[in-house]
């Protein structure tokens, strides 16, 4: 019980102090939650051992983690001839200075790349190993969604009465946007549309009733639906006052597809079961009513603002103008990469003049583009194709094996296809904050679905 008891308040530290430290962006705060993440993971599997049903897809998320982490590690080393380096090191020695060539550009910058990609395949397994029952994992959904509107109520308010503060600080940039509990806009816009799925999801639960009594009927000592839908609506208001484009297109995209999934699934068991007890033809009409309002609301709120920032701003194609110059790049380094972390330093080299000269750009603003041009086209598509094909594989077994459960299988596709959708035109998996939010959402997901229980 102490084990599990340190798992847990581990796992729940790791996140806070990311979250209160603008995403886990600075060195510190992002190797402390490395740390007490791995104390999670240990505890955790020495607590209760591999989940049966889990087992795969554990095996398989450390076989990427160990994969991705041993090249990164291979591109920083360094090389005994010029030949097997990135050809920026010959520039380098013809400038006199002595240097050992490698593969990455940036090899110091590299292997610390490796710190987020640590925490996110660490927050993944151990959510699998923590949360291994359909309580617990409804139970971390509920408490997680009630978390994140008390995090957008917390960043209304800031926004409406101290809009040149951002948490705990000053406001650098982006003034007029809510970003907390980030510093950019865009992170925060994903990182809410997250949220929004999962309130989606613990609302679409409790409204029919698929969970103890203790979870469904009462939560906060309130009717649970009830609570969850105003929880939802914070949450939607928190996401359009970001005015992040990409952001509301992704959000309204995943939590749509959602809300429509889950509407259509209550009409069918209302027909069904008219006169059963499962789920009377009201109470269907009422989550349709209910889900079709939220739907309506928050797609207003968010293209509403998106579209005033749009009059006022214009469309502004310079990321898209980046990402085709990024293209050279790649082509130059298709089959070794630059390295993580080296866009900032290798780009410049390959900035059209199209682009314009204004601003660094430290990342792409494309997570596939730079993560090619990072790790090389064989090794990114590699696990490209590797991650989405296991959890594709996972949920879809899980939507045709868990009937009453489908409501939070939906909700991990509806978080993949945000930050899928999102990923083309920012880098908010790149941030911890929200990478760790995703990984979180997607094990929860797998284990309703990999569960034994067929219903």
């Known amino acids: 019980m102490k084990l599990k008891f340190t798992a847990v308040c581990c796992f729940i530290l790791s996140f806070a102090l990311v979250l209160f430290s603008d995403g886990g962006v600075y060195p510190l705060s992002l190797s402390l939650a490395v740390l007490l993440m791995a104390v999670s993971v240990v505890c955790a599997g020495f607590r209760g051992g591999l989940h049966p049903g889990t087992t795969g897809l554990f ?9 991705l982490t ?79 509107a008390a995090f957008a109520m917390f960043a209304i308010l800031q926004a409406i009465f101290f809009p040149t503060a951002l948490m705990f600080g000053a406001k650098q940039s982006y003034f007029g946007s809510l970003t907390a509990p980030f510093v950019n806009r865009n992170t925060a816009a994903t990182f809410y549309g997250l949220m929004l799925a999962s309130l989606i999801v613990s609302y679409a639960m409790a409204a029919a009733r698929n969970g103890p009594a203790s979870q469904v009927q009462i939560w ?53 079961h008219r006169y059963g007890r499962d789920l009377t033809r009201w109470r269907a009409v009422l989550l349709i009513v209910a889900a079709g309002a939220l739907v309506v609301v928050a797609g ?50 390959y900035r059209s003049a199209e682009c314009g000269l204004q601003g660094t750009w430290y990342r792409a603003h494309n997570f596939y583009v730079e993560t090619i041009l990072a790790l090389g086209s064989i090794a990114a598509l590699f696990a490209f194709v590797f991650a989405y094909g296991v959890i594709i594989m996972v949920l879809l077994t899980g939507l045709r094996r868990r009937r009453r459960k489908k409501p939070l299988i939906w909700g991990g596709i509806a978080a993949l296809v945000i930050a899928t959708i999102h990923s083309f035109t920012d880098f908010s998996l790149q941030i911890p904050g929200f990478s760790m939010q995703l990984a979180f959402l997607i094990a929860a997901s797998s284990t309703i679905s990999t569960n034994n229980r067929l219903t």
């Open 59 to 67: 095996v398989a998320a450390l076989f990427l983690w160990f994969a």
């Open 70 to 148: 041993g090249w990164i590690v291979i591109q920083a080393m360094p090389l005994p001839a010029d030949g097997l380096g990135n050809p920026a090191w010959a520039v380098v020695r013809e400038a006199g200075i002595s240097v050992s060539p490698s593969i990455a550009v940036v090899p110091g910058d590299a292997v610390f790349a490796i710190l987020p990609i640590n925490l996110s395949f660490m927050t993944f397994l151990a959510s699998l190993l923590l949360f291994r029952t359909d309580q617990q994992v409804q139970r971390a959904l509920q408490i997680w969604g009630t978390c994140g």
């Open 220 to 272: 906060l000592g309130l009717p649970a639906k009830w609570v969850f839908a105003s929880m939802a609506l914070i949450v939607a208001i928190a996401l359009a006052l970001t005015q992040s484009r990409g952001g509301a297109l992704a959000a309204t995209a995943g939590c749509g597809v959602l809300a429509v999934v889950l509407v259509v699934q209550a009409w069918g068991r209302a027909r069904r």
């Open 300 to 349: 207003s709120f968010l293209f509403g603002r998106a579209a005033i920032r749009t009059e006022r701003q214009g469309l502004d194609d310079t990321r898209l103008c980046v990402a085709r110059s990024v293209l050279p790049a790649i082509a130059d380094n298709w089959g070794a990469g630059t390295g993580p972390s080296s866009f900032r330093y290798y780009f410049p080299a």
